[in-house]
């Protein structure tokens, strides 16, 4: 299980060359993890057991929280599936440990969010599902009026929650969905990034009005340049309105397989790269747990974590002196298990020094049938090449970095 470490100083202006300047963001609980704040962006997911199936829920958040999950969601449709979670939270306390929880609640959800808030973390709601408003084919406007009569049954629906949330100190994650927003906000936006950040700002200060401000903010699209400028008019409208909300990062229903794993990088890590967000889900259509390792593949590419070996290694070409792509694979085999080091397998010595300088081990092809050994920028030995990676792992053991699988 992968834990959070405590908030790191922000990069200055004179090394932000070499890192990312996150956007500072207030410290919002979940349980014992904590969003924003400058704490590590969190890894979350969702479990795709039926609430109601207690043994089945708690076995499936296990999995989960076990290879790295910080954060595990739960879908509550009904009063029923709240009160189940009494019984997967205490199972879990009782025979596993207390895992950060959020409950997912939709449609018309108030009583069914209020019951619920006592057993989870944190409670995710969905601005374009909290209240129904039913469509009028012949409407040509929305009046201020309705706007306020609106606004007003939401307050009244979403004041025991907040009250409760409050009171324990617990979280909300205001949830938007480009694919679900109001029908007041679609006729007076569009379907559009407005639309989903007018959304979420509702909700916001009504939040505010009752001084809760444990929120964290997610704006969520099928299409990666919808999510991505969603986002970015979000914090541009919460920096003027002085608003430090931590962000949770996604595309919702990216698909499985290459292309699922390519939409979400494409959309979660172009805003990591430019500082926004602070706790991201990677939503596949396959089992929750191959969520987890694309989600710290994102954040160790960008520098965010190091949960992981970082694997530097050159494209094959002519000069290559060895089979570099079944050399890696072995010296994958045999270190991917380390946390935090930096490896580089470089099949010539015109990529090798030069282009591993940042590595912590080098593993470079430098003569026919050797194989050369680096730490950091110096040689240490030179060996057979069939003794290369049990060599390498000496050079670990001897730095004492190694630990056993």
């Given at each position: 299980?992968?834990?959070?470490s ?12 070499v ?11 979940v ?117 306020d ?20 100190n ?31 700002l ?40 002085g ?60 520098g ?11 494209p ?13 694979q ?76």
């Amino acid at each position: 299980m992968q834990t959070l470490s405590p908030p790191v100083p922000t990069p200055t202006p004179e090394t932000a060359e070499v890192g990312i300047v996150r956007r500072k963001t207030r410290p919002v609980p979940v349980g014992s993890i904590t969003i924003g704040g400058g704490y590590p962006v969190a890894v979350q997911s969702m479990i795709n057991e039926d609430t109601l199936d207690v043994a089945g829920a708690v076995a499936g958040i296990r999995r989960l929280h076990e290879i790295g999950c910080e954060i595990v969601r739960v879908t509550v449709p009904s009063m029923a599936h709240a009160k189940a979670m009494a019984e997967i939270r205490e199972t879990l306390e009782r025979t596993y440990q207390p895992v950060p929880l959020v409950a997912d609640v939709h449609h018309n959800g108030m009583k069914i969010a209020l019951e619920v808030s006592k057993y989870v973390d944190n409670v995710r709601i969905n601005p374009g599902l909290y209240v129904f408003e039913k469509p009028k084919a012949d409407r040509t406007e929305y009046t201020q009026a309705e706007f306020d009569e609106i606004g007003e049954k939401i307050r009244e629906t979403l004041e025991p929650l907040v009250i409760s949330l409050r009171d324990q100190n617990k979280s909300m994650r205001i949830g938007v969905n480009h694919g679900s927003l109001a029908e007041r906000m679609l006729f007076t936006y569009g379907d559009t990034p407005e639309g989903m950040v007018e959304s979420a700002l509702e909700f916001i200060r009504l939040c505010e009005d009752m001084n809760f401000y444990n929120l964290e903010i997610s704006l969520k699209a099928s299409r990666v340049p919808v999510m991505i400028a969603a986002n970015r008019l979000m914090v541009k409208r919460m920096d003027a309105l002085g608003m430090d909300y931590p962000l949770h990062l996604g595309v919702t229903e990216a698909g499985d397989g290459e292309y699922g794993r390519i939409k979400s990088t494409a959309g979660i890590g172009t805003l990591l790269a430019e500082g926004i967000g602070d706790t991201i889900r990677v939503s596949l259509t396959e089992a929750p747990e191959k969520e987890i390792p694309v989600c710290y593949g994102i954040l160790q590419a960008l520098g965010l974590r190091r949960t992981m070996v970082e694997y530097v290694a050159c494209p094959s070409c002519g000069r290559t002196l060895f089979n570099l792509e079944e050399v890696l694979q072995k010296v994958r085999a045999a270190t991917s298990h380390l946390t935090g080091l930096n490896i580089a397998v470089m099949g010539c010595i015109v990529n090798g020094p030069g282009e591993m300088a940042d590595a912590d081990y080098g593993y470079v092809g430098k003569q026919p049938g050797f194989i050369s050994l680096y730490r950091g920028r110096d040689e240490v030995t030179k060996v057979p090449e069939d003794q290369g990676v049990s060599a390498l792992i000496d050079l670990i053991k001897s730095d004492d970095r190694w630990v056993d699988p």
